[in-house]
């Protein structure tokens, strides 16, 4: 068989998946059509649909596409089935139920931004920066009962620098997801779809398990009563998106929302309440940074073991912006406190 014989159902929803659409379509595979999540409400009063980026994807390919609301639809099993599909490739899709896996001579696999059995679940990338991984990769895998269970087929690793953020991480594993989803299709290809898997339950008697579940608002809050380490791993981890968030308090309890998208970590012992914070014209910030120039560029919240400089913010209803612009426009001192 080759790969214009192969015929690909290809599943997927973000930016991340297209990644790998594409290197499907440009290296010459036959996918013969794209299940995507249904077209999402936009807008004040919900009255703009706007489509998935596989979805617009595919269509400027014009390729054939679904969109069900539920992966159990008899009307989409029959449509899915008229596909006549000998693969099956998810990225970045839901968990689909065993009568749709189960279709495809050759069965279906998932992509997974992480190094399985590590971080199961919907945010691999956010979770192995926040726990300070030193690196993190993609997996192929088969589809089976059970969330990213699957024997697996193909690893990759890539390395995470202590500057990245999820951002980076995303980026870097969306290009390498793609090389591997090709090479995983071409080893299948090539064996008749029987190849060499590995358990992920014997992976795990070896090591601790990592999850990644769903990250939610609540989650992102910043608990400034942890570490300086962690607190810095935490915003990177989450940054952009959905990015981490507190709440500064002025002395008459007024409070300011903020997201945080940057940060430094400043290594120095205080014995400051945590959650102060200091600005360029505090005193005890002048005399940790043995300078007496300063014109608003910095805001250090204090922690356990030193101060998190934050570099890049955001205010509800705001855009993205640097600190310094944060500062002239506000008149934030250390009678404020973060939490």
Not at 128 to 137: H, L, R, S, V, Y
Not at 193 to 198: D, F, M, R, S, V
Not at 243 to 262: D, N, Q
Request: charged share 20%.
């Amino acid at each position: 068989m080759t790969k214009k014989e192969l015929r690909i159902v290809f599943m997927g929803t973000p930016d991340f998946a297209v990644a790998s659409l594409r290197a499907l379509i440009e290296g010459g595979y036959t996918v013969v059509g794209v299940v995507t999540m249904p077209d999402k409400p936009i807008g004040r009063h919900g009255s703009i649909l706007q489509p998935s980026a596989v979805k617009q994807y595919a269509t400027a390919q014009g390729l054939p596409i679904l969109q069900p609301e539920k992966l159990k639809d008899e009307h989409f099993l029959a449509e899915l089935r008229n596909w006549q599909a000998d693969l099956q490739i998810v990225v970045a899709f839901r968990m689909l139920p065993e009568i749709v896996w189960e279709m495809p001579r050759f069965g279906a696999f998932n992509l997974h931004a992480s190094l399985l059995p590590q971080y199961r679940g919907a945010a691999p990338i956010n979770w192995a920066i926040i726990n300070d991984e030193k690196e993190t990769g993609v997996t192929t895998f088969f589809l089976t009962h059970g969330m990213d269970t699957g024997r697996i087929i193909l690893q990759r690793k890539w390395p995470i620098a202590k500057t990245d953020n999820a951002g980076d991480v995303h980026d870097a594993l969306m290009s390498l997801g793609a090389e591997t989803v090709t090479e995983t299709v071409d080893r299948l290809i090539e064996n008749e779809g029987i190849i060499e898997t590995t358990s992920q339950e014997e992976l795990l008697e070896t090591m601790p398990l990592h999850p990644a579940p769903k990250i939610f608002n609540d989650t992102c809050r910043i608990n400034w009563h942890q570490p300086l380490a962690y607190i810095y791993n935490y915003i990177r981890g989450l940054s952009p998106y959905p990015a981490a968030w507190t709440e500064l308090i002025s002395p008459s309890g007024v409070s300011t929302t903020i997201k945080i998208f940057s940060s430094e970590k400043i290594l120095h012992q205080h014995n400051l309440e945590l959650g102060t914070i200091l600005t360029d014209g505090n005193k005890y910030l002048l005399s940790l940074q043995k300078t007496d120039s300063y014109s608003n560029q910095n805001l250090d919240i204090a922690v356990k073991d030193g101060f998190i400089r934050i570099l890049s913010l955001q205010l509800a209803g705001k855009k993205r912006m640097p600190v310094k612009d944060f500062l002239n426009g506000t008149n934030i001192d250390s009678s404020w406190m973060a939490c």
